[in-house]
Every structure is written in C-alpha cells, then in structure tokens.
C-alpha cells in the first residue's frame, strides 16, 4: 500500500483524507503546524510538526512518503479581505524541490473551483463578489497551479466546488470539460474519497477537474 504525505492534515480536506486513507489501509504521514492535535492514533499513522514552507519542517517529514497530498488552507476572517496571502504558492515553492530531491513524483494537490482556468466558468456577476472575499486567496492559488503545471511532476489539481460537512457518498461529479465547470455543493468527505481513489488510479493524471455533488 501507498504512504503518503498529507500537508495540512490537521482539520479539513487533510484530516478527512487523513482518516480515509488509513481505513484503506494505507500509511499516512500528517504534516501540519498542529498535526500534535490531531485526533487520531494508529500504527500507519506518524505525526510531523512543522510549517509548509520551511524547507528542514517539510524535508523531515517527506521521508519515506510515495505521494504527496496538498490540502492547505487559510482560515476564514479578515485577512483574506485584506491580504496579503502567500501561503499556497510559498508552500509549494518550496515543495516541488524536495519532492524532486527525494524522487517522489506524484502530487495531488487541492485548490478549489474558481482557481486557475476555471475562473472563466465564474459568471461576471458572482465573479464581484469572489474577488471580494476570495480574490487573494485564490490569485495565490494561480500562481501554486501554474507551479505545479509546470513542475514536470505527475500532478493532480482538485478543484472542490463549496465544501460541506455532509458524510463521504462516493457520489459526486468530476467535471473535466470547461464548458461542464460549474460551481456547487460538495463535502469534504468526498473530495476525501476522490484524492485517496487516484492513490491507485491514473485515469486524471495531469488534469485539474472540478468536483461537485
């Protein structure tokens, strides 16, 4: 089974993939600033603490890993309307070359609907309010897509429509084609389940789809 490096596995899309992955029976390493809160014990499970974009913290916990998974995120208060917000594409600078440097090459790595070409699926109207609230956010976010696209890695960009809390289905929609982008509803345990399928499945190998419910 596969081992892999979970960055921000604490709360989230990390965490539920985190959980996920070792119900599949596969080994987990969880990286985050407070992967030490992390509410789970296992013996497939081994703990890293330390910051995304430090080189020494993300260097120390890639040994070993096969696949990395990307599941970063910014809370949701008054700095993502104020900015400045670098973590995504600081993150994955400093990312991609210890990927490289320790031979793993696949990446899956989360986003979210609106980063990158499905911007263009935004309409002109929704698009006043998203650059508000998400506009930093998210112009971060274009510039970690266009890193990855252009790392020479096998990457996978998964672009979550609005998460949910709701339970892990396994039915949900991956849309491929720009003119099928659209926004809408999906749970974090879904995406969860999607990212944990391409462990043993190439079939988005180098895409970046939308999923929705």
Do not use: C
Not at 166 to 192: C, E, H, K, M
Request: charge should be positive; aromatic fraction near 6%; charged fraction near 25%.
């Amino acid at each position: 089974m596969t081992t892999l490096l979970i960055i921000g596995a604490s709360s989230g899309i990390g965490l539920a993939t985190t959980k996920l992955a070792l119900q599949r029976d596969h080994s987990v390493i969880a990286f985050s600033r407070s992967a030490d809160s992390i509410p789970l014990q296992h013996d497939k499970l081994r703990k890293v603490v330390g910051d995304a974009r430090k080189s020494d913290d993300v260097r120390r916990a890639i040994s070993g890993a096969d696949v990395v998974v990307q599941a970063l995120g910014v809370p949701a208060n008054a700095r993502m309307l104020t900015g400045p917000i670098d973590l995504f594409s600081s993150a994955t600078a400093t990312l991609l070359p210890l990927m490289k440097e320790a031979g793993i090459r696949r990446l899956i790595s989360v986003t979210g609907f609106g980063a990158g070409e499905s911007r263009s699926a935004i309409t002109p109207l929704q698009r006043l309010g998203f650059d508000l609230v998400f506009g930093r956010a998210y112009a971060d976010k274009d510039i970690q897509e266009k890193s990855i696209v252009q790392s020479g890695l096998d990457w996978t960009i998964v672009r979550p429509g609005v998460l949910t809390k709701g339970r892990r289905t396994g039915r949900y929609q991956i849309l491929t084609r720009p003119q099928d982008w659209r926004n809408g509803l999906i749970s974090r345990s879904n995406v969860a389940d999607f990212i944990v399928r391409q462990l043993t499945e190439d079939t988005y190998l180098r895409q970046a789809p939308v999923l929705v419910n």
